[in-house]
């Protein structure tokens, strides 16, 4: 009798829906304020390296942009740089933003064949990925500048 | 008579990343040593030299599939040390995501057990499909599957997002649905039940001398938990049930989870109809007092605790994680001393240990 | 937070104190459902057992600390229990204060089961040698582990900051 | 520990340019098959045959394989690239995911995994821990280089991976693979 039971659950799913994505083909609506890779505002960076004093795994270093446009909140140009195999994708440091420069995307994938191209310069954060909503647009009440001590140790 | 010694792990079709070391004779395990440390990271120690902001991602790696519970049994004794109160909207937020992790956890630890431990492919599909649906729920609200970093002194980081409310609902009313087919196909399987009834019995004075902890006391008779003795959070507004078992064996361990999901089930169903209006966060200092503090925080896996001394700075002198896991380990060695080897597999998928969590 | 002791919380406090007589100072109250008290090295071993026959039938964490400054080192043991309903929602803190060079204090193994783990932790992280433990080893440290213990203040690493 | 995996396939690069003149056969039989398999449409079928088949095995060396095992689950389904869930003897798998964080302790029984596995082989390194060590970058007990301890493949950047950055991974070593010599290691 159990035996025709178990046989009848597994006709009975025959005829529901089927939950698997056809992934590459397929893509799942990512919700807005997803933790993905960060984009960067090159106009509103004032290059301050809250970023980098937060960061809990050392990812961000500030570098110097060599192009030739000129940021003048910015004058040294230094922007963040993001080495992606260090980062936990807490985005503390988007929120710690004093002049909202960061923010967040729903691109994740990141996967490349040597570690050394999982090191994003600010020109290739800038890039504004498909589909790009924005997202940050409000300072986040939990976090302040009134964290930050006076002398960063970066 | 002559035994033979075994070496189970670190690669296992099991989850890996412990080693047990068994004496067998005959198909009898006459001792069992387990071998941990394998995923031993050095938590503590990195604790000490980083800020408490910076510490909050670390801190909840040790459980990804219970990362909440660990981040807010983090937060909890630094909020006590700081003095800082959390809104109570705040409260309800963390209560709500907590209760999604701890479904999203108990139907991974179901899907182990009844999907991998005892072959039945079947519950781990259904286990890790029905998760999934929780995971895209804490995603909607923290940005992040698994590793949500959401909890911060004084309060959360994100405010409901719109549509939360009804997509909750909407999940919880299928996973109700679901429940009685998980409930029909396994919980009512002779094979399935066979299996675990009777297998790897902690009676209930032995759970109590061994401090075990979470679904492995409870299904050993003991009605602790910690939402319900010491409640914290928006725990004491809701009402809800703890569920025991009197077997102690690995069906009712089993068995636990699945009660327990029909609790959160509820917990969130009223939290989402009670939560308040009003702030979500409390700004709190970065600094952290010198005194100490220890919090109480039920995971899914059992009851967690931080221990921090504060220093004055901004850097925590001490962390000490107490997890559910570590603490569930000594009655490994006592449940598989006699048990056969070919239960092995069952019970320790019943007590749903999570290596890292214990090796931190 | 500082707020008042419970009267539950006081009475629970005076019985610990009544039992134990002078052979601990004081119970403190910490704050809510936290206790604390400390003991001496000699007297542990009457204290623990003294609490065990209060109710206090597990150990729910033991963890080590190192004072660098002060010269000594902390192992506490926190209780609770599962077996008394007044007692479930109190944690206990037993401290035992040790000197930093040669710490060491007799087990506690025998009176509560559930600390054996966390004390061959507190062993091989502090280096504090439990008299009388069934089995004091190694196990978290990786297998060629030969340095000092490793959460003792003086052992930095140099990728530490 | 025997050989280390980066000399192993040292020997291998090194016993494949035996030459001999063209037409007449003086070396081993793994020389021939070599040839032969260097003949376009063969060298296509046989890698064709590789990417459908690329089963991983069941080592879990951190809390990567809970994403892991959501990968392998209902709803991302990699049997339909031919991978097969999790495999419990190494001797039949091709492919080593190193899920997370590898301690100093593990970093052994990692290395026995590998050599026990037969080749063709592949190493993803999935997440930060075994990309760089990570959060626990600073830990004195992991390692943060495992590429020079095995010859990583495909590095996926993550904490942990969304289940579909793994399976990006595995589709970018599937190109990877479709695009290699058969006899590549």
């Known amino acids: 009798m159990s035996a025709t039971k178990a046989f009848w659950e597994g006709v009975e799913h025959l005829f529901k829906k089927t939950f698997t994505l056809k992934h590459p083909y397929q893509k799942r609506e990512l919700p807005d304020g997803y933790r993905g890779r960060h984009l960067l505002y090159l106009d509103r960076c004032t290059g301050c390296g809250i970023c980098a004093w937060i960061c809990p795994e050392k990812c961000i270093t500030m570098v110097p942009v060599t192009n030739e446009k000129a940021y003048p909140q910015n004058p040294e140009k230094r922007f963040p740089q993001y080495w992606y195999v260090r980062c936990c994708f807490c985005h503390f440091c988007s929120d710690y933003c004093p002049t909202a420069a960061l923010d967040y995307t729903k691109d994740y994938d990141l996967a490349e064949y040597e570690k050394e191209l999982i090191i994003w310069s600010p020109e290739r954060l800038s890039k504004v990925p498909d589909g790009y909503k924005g997202y940050r647009t409000k300072f986040h009440g939990w976090a302040g500048v009134d964290h930050v001590p006076s002398t960063k140790e970066q | 008579m002559s035994t033979l010694d075994l070496n189970v792990g670190p690669q296992h079709p099991g989850s890996g990343h412990m080693r047990i070391i068994v004496r067998t004779d005959g198909d009898l395990i006459v001792h069992a040593i387990p071998d941990i440390g394998y995923v031993h990271r050095g938590c503590e120690k990195i604790a000490e030299s980083r800020n408490i902001i910076k510490n909050i991602p670390m801190l909840e790696r040790p459980n990804i599939a219970d990362s909440s519970h660990l981040n807010w049994s983090y937060i909890q004794p630094i909020e006590d040390l700081q003095g800082v109160e959390v809104p109570e909207r705040g409260r309800y937020i963390r209560t709500i995501l907590c209760e999604i992790n701890r479904i999203a956890s108990h139907l991974y630890g179901m899907a182990i057990m009844a999907g991998i431990f005892s072959g039945h492919t079947t519950m781990y599909m259904f286990g890790f499909g029905d998760r999934e649906l929780f995971l895209d729920l804490a995603e909607m609200l923290t940005g992040a599957r698994m590793t949500f970093s959401f909890f911060v002194p004084g309060g959360v980081r994100r405010d409901l997002p719109k549509g939360f409310k009804e997509k909750l609902l909407e999940t919880l009313a299928y996973l109700e649905r679901r429940l009685p087919e998980i409930d029909r196909i396994f919980v009512s399987n002779p094979v399935f039940i066979e299996r675990g009834r009777g297998v790897g019995v902690l009676r209930k004075e032995d759970a109590i001398r061994l401090g075990v902890v979470g679904p492995v006391l409870r299904g050993s008779g003991v009605r602790f938990d910690v939402r319900k003795d010491s409640p914290y959070g928006a725990y004491d507004r809701v009402d809800f049930e703890i569920p025991t078992f009197k077997d102690g064996d690995s069906l009712s361990r089993w068995l636990v989870r699945f009660e327990e999901i029909k609790q959160s089930i509820s917990i969130l169903m009223q939290a989402i109809r009670d939560i308040p209006d009003g702030p979500i966060a409390r700004k709190s200092p970065i600094v952290i007092p010198k005194g100490e503090a220890i919090g109480r925080v039920e995971s899914s896996r059992g009851e967690i605790n931080h221990y921090i001394v504060g220093s004055g700075s901004d850097k925590p002198y001490r962390v000490k994680m107490n997890t559910g896991s570590f603490k569930n380990l000594l009655a490994l060695p006592f449940l598989l001393k006699g048990a056969r080897i070919g239960d092995m597999p069952i019970i320790y998928g019943s007590l749903d240990y999570w290596p890292v969590e214990a090796d931190r | 937070m500082t707020d008042a002791p419970s009267a539950q919380e006081q009475s629970i406090a005076t019985a610990v104190k009544e039992q134990l007589g002078s052979v601990v100072e004081e119970v403190r109250y910490d704050r809510k459902g936290r206790l604390s008290l400390v003991a001496h090295k000699e007297t542990i071993r009457e204290v623990a057992a003294c609490l065990q026959r209060l109710g206090f039938d597990h150990t729910i964490a033991v963890s080590g600390a190192d004072y660098l400054a002060e010269k000594r080192i902390e192992v506490v043991y926190f209780l609770s229990s599962y077996s008394r309903d007044d007692l479930k929602h109190l944690v206990l803190s037993l401290k035992v204060h040790l000197d930093r060079e040669k710490p060491s204090l007799p087990t506690l193994t025998p009176i509560w089961e559930s600390a054996n783990l966390f004390e061959r932790e507190a062993h091989e992280m502090f280096g504090v040698i439990f008299e009388g433990h069934p089995n004091l080893q190694k196990l978290l440290l990786q297998d060629n582990w030969d340095g000092p213990p490793p959460m003792r203040k003086d052992l930095t690493f140099p990728e530490l900051a | ?185």
């Open chain 4, 1 to 185: 520990m025997s050989a280390d995996p980066q000399k192993e396939s040292q020997n291998l690069s090194t016993s494949r340019e035996v030459s001999a003149a063209p037409g007449i056969w003086v070396g081993s039989l793994r020389d021939l098959v070599e040839r032969v398999a260097r003949i376009g449409p063969l060298k296509q079928l046989i890698n064709w045959s590789r990417i459908y088949s690329l089963w991983p095995v069941h080592l879990a060396t951190a809390c990567c394989g809970a994403e892991m095992g959501a990968m392998m689950s209902g709803r991302y389904d990699p049997e339909r690239f031919g991978m097969q869930g999790a495999v419990g003897s190494m001797r039949q798998s091709d492919l080593l995911i190193i899920e997370g964080t590898v301690t100093k302790k593990m970093l052994k029984r990692v290395k026995v995994v590998w050599e026990q596995m037969p080749n063709p082989k592949y190493v993803i390194a999935m997440g930060d821990c075994a990309c760089s060590g990570g959060l626990f970058h600073d830990s004195y007990s992991i390692i943060n280089e495992l590429e020079k301890a095995l010859p990583i493949d495909v590095f996926v950047p993550g904490c942990p991976p969304r289940p579909e950055a793994l399976l990006n991974a595995v589709i970018k070593l599937r190109e990877k693979i479709r695009r290699e010599e058969v006899y590549h290691r």
